[in-house]
């Protein structure tokens, strides 16, 4: 993975998601683990993270990084430290990949930056990596509360939630925080309740009609706390039961088949006319 890359990650808050154009991405199972390299700015290379997997999904069509997306379960996937970190440039060319070109990272470029592993390899990375220390800044800020705190306009709020989540957050984001997304997010909401008559765009719930209350919410896609933009191309209007379902199953959209990922099932996405 991109130094660059693997820093904005970090910086935006570490999205516990690796993105790839190549398929072979999403041969991945459920519960693999997922082992990311970068190169440090002396030119080492280290080890990134381990991303357990707990979803596979695919991105919207314009999305730069690729089609393929994978997703790492927040609690069992780790973040390294890479400053500091030791080489791993000899256990990686005693892998069974034969990574055998004279700079390491050509052994990697273009598609051939997945690789399959053996599970002799991965048990070689495992060992590799006992010791490692982990990355600080790899946590996810809890998004229901700034989520809450931002469309309430509760400024001081999310200056208490950015705070608490020191280091997590770049000096950039918090700006973004603190400045746009509060004056942004109603008026976008407010647009999609038009567009879909207050409907749940997952159930068709309609609380216009049952109760004459606009009683559903907006949710960003790309979670704002994982660094998702306060745009109509990242929001949708769900009813409160799927907004909360949503969060707490850390369910991805699917932009191949438009479900959200629950883990054992999914949930398609019955009105998306504003996304496609
Ligand atoms: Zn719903
Ligand atoms: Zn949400």
């Not at 190169?39 to 596979?56: F, H, M, N, P, S």
């Not at 038009?194 to 409907?199: K, V």
């Not at 109760?211 to 998702?228: A, D, F, N």
């Amino acid at each position: 993975m991109r130094r660059d890359n693997y820093q904005r990650d970090l910086d935006l808050g570490a999205g516990y998601h690796l993105n790839q154009d190549n398929p072979m991405m999403h041969e991945v199972e459920k519960g693999d683990s997922l082992w990311a390299l970068t190169r440090t700015a002396e030119g080492r290379y280290v080890l990134a993270a381990e991303l357990i997997v707990q979803a596979k999904t695919k991105n919207r069509p314009d999305f730069r990084y690729g089609e393929y997306r994978v997703w790492g379960d927040v609690d069992r996937s780790r973040y390294f430290r890479v400053e500091g970190a030791p080489s791993v440039e000899q256990i990686i060319r005693s892998l069974s990949i034969r990574a055998e070109a004279r700079v390491l990272g050509r052994s990697f470029q273009g598609h051939a930056a997945v690789r399959e592993i053996t599970e002799e390899d991965h048990q070689i990375l495992r060992e590799a990596a006992r010791n490692l220390p982990l990355e600080p800044r790899a946590r996810i800020l809890p998004e229901e509360k700034l989520e809450a705190a931002i469309i309430m306009g509760d400024r001081s709020a999310v200056e208490r939630l950015v705070r608490d989540e020191e280091p997590g957050v770049a000096e950039e984001r918090k700006q973004y925080f603190y400045e746009k997304a509060p004056q942004r997010n109603q008026n976008l909401v407010n647009r999609l309740q038009n567009l879909y008559s207050g409907h749940c765009q997952i159930c068709r719930w309609d609380p216009v009609d049952e109760y004459g209350e606009s009683l559903c919410e907006g949710h960003h896609i790309q979670w704002l706390s994982r660094g998702g933009d306060d745009a109509l191309n990242n929001l949708m209007l769900v009813c409160p039961n799927h907004h909360r379902a949503i969060h707490r199953c850390d369910a991805p959209l699917d932009w191949g088949d438009m479900a959200y990922d629950f883990g054992d099932h999914r949930e398609a996405v019955a009105m998306d006319r504003h996304l496609t």
